[in-house]
């Protein structure tokens, strides 16, 4: 990758995660709160590495708690009972960056190719 399309990359990568601040600083209580708690476990936990598909989930975790804040829609009935299922699920939309969803192919691989499976 040149130099000019690196640079590039990361300046949009920053105006992206940029503009997700603004807008969940933008939120209502008891919403913001909520956005922020799930980013925080995103980013402990939340295996997505890929830029681009971290910077569309939590683009598309803003849109979802806008929305239900404009609708006025309680937090429990965004997330359930269960809010690391409710994150889970959401993450498993975002595969193609999920580091966790290569290393357990990764790891059904090695094991099949350790067993004598032929796949």
């Known amino acids: 990758m040149s130099i000019a399309k690196l640079a590039a990359k990361v300046i949009g990568e920053k105006k992206r995660w940029r503009e997700y601040k603004a807008r969940v600083k933008k939120l209502p209580e008891p919403y913001r709160s909520a ?50 299922e409710f994150i889970e699920a959401f993450i498993r939309n975002y595969a193609e960056g999920d580091w966790r969803a290569r290393e357990r192919q990764r790891l059904i691989s090695a094991i099949d190719s350790a067993a004598g499976d032929k796949s």
């Open 35 to 84: 956005v922020d708690a799930f980013e925080r476990y995103l980013m402990v936990a939340g295996g997505v590495v890929e830029a681009d598909a971290a910077a569309s989930l939590f683009e598309n975790l803003a849109d979802l708690f806008e929305q239900s804040a404009a609708n006025q829609t309680p937090i429990r009935d965004i997330v359930g009972d269960d809010p690391i």
